[in-house]
C-alpha cells in the first residue's frame, strides 16, 4: 500500500481502532475525528463517509495483518507441517494470549454489521477471509504433498475451517471478556490437524512459542 498522508493516516488507524473495538454503527464520524487530532473538514478532505473510511480501515488492516504473518518466526520453519503448528501458536500469541483480551478483528467486526447492507465492503470482506485462507492453504497443500498425500481432506476446506474457527471464536472471547474460548478451540483444531496427519498429540508449539512479540493483537 502506498504511503499515505499523515492526516489520512491517523483518520485510517483511529477508524480502524474504533471500529474494531464498538463496532462501525456504534462509531461516529466525530469519535474517529477526536481520536485523530483532525478536524471535520480535514475528515472530509480525504473520505466522503464514514464507510469510505470503513473500506480504507479494512484494506489497511488486512494488509498490515499478512505482514505480521509474513515475518512471524514460523515462516522462517522450513518442515511445512511444523509451519502449520506455529501458524497456530503464532495466531493464539498474537490475538493476545493469555496476557490480554483481544480486541478482535476488523475483518468479522464489518463483515458482520455490514454485509447486507453493503456489498462493497462485504465483498472487501469476502476477499479478505479468502486471502488469509489462501495463505494457509500453501502449508496446509505442501505439508499434505509430503506426509498425507493419500489422505482425503482438501487443504482448501481445512483452511476455510480455520478462517471459520478463529472468527467466530474471537467474537466469543470479546462476549465473554476471555481469551481462554479462543485458546481452547485453536488446541482443538490444532489436535484435528495433528489426527489428519497422524501426529495425535503433537502440540506443535515450539515452532510458535516465540511467535508473538510485537505482533498486532
Request: glycine share 10%; aromatic share 10%; net charge positive.
Amino acid at each position: 500500500m502506498a504511503e499515505w498522508p499523515e492526516t489520512k493516516r491517523k483518520l485510517v488507524d483511529a477508524g480502524a481502532s474504533l471500529m474494531r473495538a464498538r463496532g462501525f454503527n456504534a462509531t461516529t464520524l466525530d469519535d474517529i475525528c477526536a481520536a485523530a487530532g483532525v478536524t471535520k473538514g480535514g475528515f472530509f478532505h480525504y473520505f466522503k463517509s464514514k464507510h469510505a473510511i470503513a473500506k480504507a480501515a479494512l484494506a489497511r488492516f488486512g494488509d498490515e495483518r499478512e505482514k505480521d504473518f509474513r515475518n512471524a518466526p514460523f515462516r522462517k520453519v522450513a518442515d511445512p507441517l511444523e509451519r502449520v503448528f506455529g501458524r497456530l501458536e503464532f495466531v493464539t500469541e498474537s490475538a493476545g494470549g493469555t496476557g490480554r483480551l483481544t480486541k478482535g478483528c476488523l475483518i468479522g467486526v464489518l463483515a458482520q454489521e455490514l454485509s447486507f447492507s453493503n456489498p462493497e465492503l462485504r465483498g472487501a470482506c469476502r476477499d479478505e477471509f479468502a486471502r488469509i485462507a489462501s495463505d494457509f492453504e500453501a502449508d496446509l497443500a505442501e505439508a499434505k504433498a509430503v506426509y498425507a498425500p493419500e489422505a482425503a481432506f482438501d487443504p482448501r476446506g481445512l483452511a476455510m475451517l480455520y478462517v471459520s474457527i478463529v472468527q467466530g471464536s474471537l467474537m466469543l472471547a470479546k462476549a465473554s471478556e476471555s481469551n481462554q474460548v479462543l485458546i481452547e478451540n485453536i488446541e482443538r483444531f490444532r489436535g484435528y490437524v495433528g489426527t489428519l496427519f497422524g501426529r495425535s498429540g503433537h502440540s506443535g508449539r515450539k515452532a510458535g512459542a516465540k511467535a508473538a512479540a510485537g505482533s498486532r493483537d
